[in-house]
């Protein structure tokens, strides 16, 4: 058996298929290793393959007219991007870039093309779990687009417990080196107001943050201080 083929499986988008199928993915991927702060791949390059994370993380981000950044995402183990990255001819749609030490596998997308086209079992497992992954990422764009800071600051630290939290007396810590210049990019706002917002949170006793790690003391009370 493949040693990639436990990676794969943490992969949503391979969830339905058999061991079989998962090795025949595996064959055609390509294991890479990024040091810190390396760049995968650019905004606008052609897309060539698409990536999942073994361990390590990565942020995707775009930057607009006037050089300020805003992060897409944060991914971890298990994480593929770009997420139509096997369905879309189109460049890419954002730069990737390790936050840590990062090993991933590349699958080369002609050679998933290929693949998909021999074998169509495949090809309708993967399109009906790209289905909820498209619905997944529409909600988060209107959350931004609807939703005032404090709610997207919270919707924000809710997704990242649920992706990347685990839970320790109580609390669920986060280990991520995320800083607050990077949740201002996350929810499109100024390092100012999230700031502002961080420091009322640890007030009340609800969050703590540091360079490494977040920690939420108390979900509930999160998501009431979003509406108060």
Known sequence: MSQLIPHLRNVSLFRDLTEEELERIAAIAIPRSFPK???????????????????????????????HEQIISLLTTGDMFPHTGFFDQSPYPATAETVVPTRVFAIPVRSFEQLL????TIAVKVLRVLGAKIRELQEKLQELST???????????????????STQNGAVVLRLPVTHQDLANMAGTTRESVNRLLNDLRRQRILDMTRQHIILYDVEALKAWANS
């Open 117 to 120: 086209l021999s074998t169509p």
């Open 147 to 165: 939703q005032d800071v404090r709610h997207r600051l919270t919707a924000i630290l809710l997704r990242l417990a649920a992706t990347h939290g």
């Open 37 to 67: 702060k390396a760049v995968i791949f650019n905004e606008g390059g052609t897309r060539e393959a698409v990536y999942v994370i073994i361990d390590g993380l990565v942020k995707t981000f775009k930057v607009d007219e006037n050089g």
